[in-house]
């Protein structure tokens, strides 16, 4: 009996030595050195837009260091625009170029120091062709309905965003006076079982809702046509809560004089399409406990971002003229 109570005293006396020895895991950023992150797609319809931050480690002190850098716009390897001695750091800045990006073409963005080089290149996408059909059925199972052709000669990428406007004239429902004769009220299509995806990109205040993103491969050098379905149907009639006053319900009322949907096809680039699908599945894989982390697309060279490219078209189909 003494013996064990001996070794169990040995194995205590064992276990509190080596406790002491122990030493206190700190986090450690192992060198990080924070990475300018790159934000900018290419539009045919307007000049470019370059945003700028800087992405930090484990501590607040690993912020981009303040830097000067000359930037450039190359097309189809031709210097097309610059922008000299611009102020880099971590908050999130924007920078305006004044060339206007074309359809069908290669685009490079270099910036450029002594000490480092960060550069990303894109494609712009064929000017988006006019659908081969479009058709609205109204009612109760209102359906548009929208059908492109593939282009053999590219690899093309879609998006569509679909908006109805609705003008009117706005009436308070409690005294039923006229508050406006021209309201104008936007609202995003209802769209059935069709995927969406919402974003806030960095520096745009605006956010806006796509369909999922398309690639041209499911069309296999036939047509497409993609289905909008309405879960309702397109009332002329909207009602907006107001102010709730001695437990009556007090609202604005809209009856529409003219309707119509605003029907907008993007090509997006394969950059721009493999961001949004790998953004997206991101924040998706913490729903389960089986799932593989995902890396989000990145064509910068020596820092993070996306440099993407897109041309729309828009089209109008009246519901109510």
């Known amino acids: 009996m003494k013996s064990v109570f001996r070794i169990l005293t040995f194995f205590i006396f064992g276990l509190c030595f080596l406790s002491g020895c122990i030493k206190e895991l700190n986090p450690d950023n192992n060198g990080y050195v924070a990475k300018p992150i790159l934000w900018a797609i290419l539009n045919t319809d307007s000049a470019l837009v370059l945003e700028i931050s800087g992405n930090k480690g484990m501590d607040d002190k690993d912020f981009l260091e303040t830097t000067i850098m000359d930037m450039f716009l190359y097309e189809d390897g031709i210097l097309v625009d610059q922008l000299k001695n611009q102020v880099i750091q971590s908050d999130s800045q924007s920078y305006q170029f004044l060339y206007k990006p074309k359809a069908s073409k290669l685009y490079t963005l270099k910036l450029t120091n002594q000490a480092q080089e960060i550069q990303g290149s894109t494609y712009t996408p064929s000017t988006s062709a006019k659908p081969d059909e479009m058709i609205l059925t109204q009612g109760d199972n209102a359906q548009l309905k929208y059908t492109l052709s593939d282009d053999l000669s590219h690899v093309d990428y879609y998006q569509f965003s679909v908006e109805i406007y609705n003008f009117g004239t706005l009436t308070d429902t409690a005294t039923n006076d006229t508050l406006n004769k021209a309201y104008i009220f936007t609202r995003k299509f209802d769209k059935f079982e069709e995927p969406s995806l919402s974003f806030n990109f960095l520096g745009f205040n605006t956010i806006e809702t796509y369909t999922y993103p398309i690639s041209d491969h499911l069309f296999n050098g036939k047509k497409k046509t993609f289905l909008f379905a309405l879960q309702n149907p397109v009332s002329p009639i909207f009602y907006r809560p107001r102010v709730i006053l001695g437990k009556i319900p007090v609202s604005d ?28 599945e991101a924040p998706a894989i913490f729903g389960t406990p089986f799932y593989q982390p995902t890396n989000v697309y990145t064509n910068v060279v020596g820092g993070l971002g996306l440099l993407g490219a897109s041309t729309e078209r828009s089209d109008t189909v009246w519901i109510k003229k």
Request: aromatic share 14%; net charge positive; with cysteine.
């Open 253 to 280: 009322k809209l009856v529409c004089t003219k309707q119509f949907l605003l029907v907008k096809c993007r090509k997006i680039s394969s950059d721009y399409y493999k961001f949004i699908i790998s953004a997206n």
